[in-house]
């Protein structure tokens, strides 16, 4: 069992700031990639941003120069900082982040993929 907790969404006026936190805990052997999604209501999940073991960081177009993506391998936890927020950030956020549970697993490459329960992000005047 692989547990992640998201915290830190709100409700925030433009041009405020939030930082989101996704703890992973439970049948962990090592963690590969983690990532934050966004959903709003009637469209498609998208990636917002995600990083490597390594902290290597990739972002969408939109979030590039306002979001900052970290993680903390000692603690299994990935950050997600959110500055000058805008209206159209608006959405529900969710952390993902592959994990391999024993030695076997990560030899093998073999990641399973888990998703937190998703936290709300309001921008709004």
């Known amino acids: 069992q692989v547990h992640l907790v998201e915290s830190g969404g709100g409700l925030v006026q433009p041009g405020e700031s939030l930082r989101l936190s996704c703890a992973v805990s439970?049948?962990?052997?090592?963690?590969?990639?983690m990532g934050w999604y966004r959903q709003v209501p009637g469209k498609q999940r998208e990636l917002v941003a995600d990083?490597?073991?390594?902290?290597?960081?990739d972002y969408s177009e939109s979030v590039k120069g306002r979001f900052t993506i970290s993680r903390d391998n000692s603690e299994n936890t990935v950050y997600l900082q959110m500055n000058n927020l805008k209206p159209e950030d608006t959405a529900v956020y969710y952390c993902?982040?592959?994990?391999?549970?024993?030695?076997?697993?990560?030899?093998?490459?073999?990641?399973?993929?888990?998703w937190g329960q998703g936290t709300q992000v309001t921008v709004s005047t």
């Open positions: 993902n982040v592959d994990v391999a549970s024993d030695y076997t697993d990560y030899f093998r490459e073999k990641w399973i993929a888990y």
């Open positions: 439970g049948d962990i052997f090592s963690v590969n990639v």
């Open positions: 990083i490597s073991s390594g902290g290597s960081a």
